[in-house]
Nanobody
Framework: QVQLVESGGGLVQSGRSLLLTCTAS????????VGWFRQVPGKEREGRAC????????IYADSVKGRFTISREVGKNTVTLQMNSLKPADTAVYYC???????????????????????WGQGTQVTVSS
């Protein structure tokens, strides 16, 4: 079965860290670009970070640059999102998604990149308390 599963969400205090993991099954994730997105109630899903398939180049929303790091775990068929210096504003459900196309270079931090991604996970809740 082809699917993505996110894990690692939880409740943390402001300033702490979380590591989210996106695990693929049924296909080789290395050949796909992977994005991390977030969604809060009543708002569109917004792109936060992306890693390309080949060179592993990364793109970040301005709001997470210097705090979040997206990377691939070689041999594990996973992509992680290391989230440091978390803020209450980071509270959301976080989703990973994949695309075979080159990922959008612009619009991260908005909902614009969403349409480029076709396979989505079910999401994991991240709650940051003040």
């Amino acid at each position: 079965q082809v699917q993505l599963v996110e894990s690692g969400g939880g409740l943390v205090q402001s300033g702490r860290s979380l590591l989210l993991t996106c695990t693929a099954s049924g296909f080789a994730l290395d050949y796909w670009a992977v994005g991390w997105f977030r969604q809060v109630p009543g708002k569109e899903r917004e792109g936060r970070a992306c890693i390309s398939s080949a060179a592993g180049s990364t793109i970040y929303a301005d709001s997470v640059k210097g705090r979040f790091t997206i990377s691939r775990e070689v041999g594990k068929n996973t992509v992680t999102l290391q989230m440091n210096s978390l803020k209450p504003a980071d509270t959301a459900v976080y989703y990973c998604a994949t695309t075979l196309s080159p990922p959008p270079l612009a619009g991260w931090g908005t909902s614009a990149p969403n349409r480029a991604f076709g396979l989505w996970g079910q999401g994991t809740q991240v709650t940051v308390s003040s």
